[in-house]
């Protein structure tokens, strides 16, 4: 079994910065790529941000400029940084991550979303 867990997430200004983290464990043999999602109120999950294990990235282009996604492979871990943050980035954020387990098999797993609220 493989467990996400998210971290970072909560109350700040319009302009101001959070990090957010993700940290996989369990039965991992290898982790693909791991993104970053999100989903407000009465809105679809959309993917805010992308990352293959060779460090290629990928981001929606409400958030270039501003989110910087990147990761720890000897931690499996992702994290999000996210400046210049604007009221309509609130919204509950997951990530997930495609993950080879130790007995050869493959799976999408997700976190349990962490929420991010952003005040004007």
């Known amino acids: 079994q493989v467990q996400l867990v998210e971290s970072g997430g909560g109350l700040v200004q319009a302009g101001g910065s959070l990090r957010l983290s993700c940290a996989a464990s369990?039965?991992?043999?290898?982790?693909?790529?791991m993104g970053w999602y999100r989903q407000a109120p009465g809105v679809q999950r959309e993917l805010v941000a992308a990352i293959t294990s060779g460090g290629s990235t990928n981001y929606a282009d409400s958030v270039k400029g501003r989110f910087t996604i990147s990761r720890d492979n000897a931690k499996n871990t992702v994290y999000l940084q996210m400046d210049s943050l604007k009221p309509e980035d609130t919204a509950v954020y997951y990530c997930?991550?495609?993950?080879?387990?130790?007995?050869?098999?493959?799976?999408?797993?997700w976190g349990q979303g962490t929420q991010v609220t952003v005040s004007s």
């Open positions: 997930n991550a495609g993950v080879r387990c130790l007995n050869g098999s493959w799976g999408v797993y």
């Open positions: 369990g039965s991992i043999f290898s982790i693909n790529a």
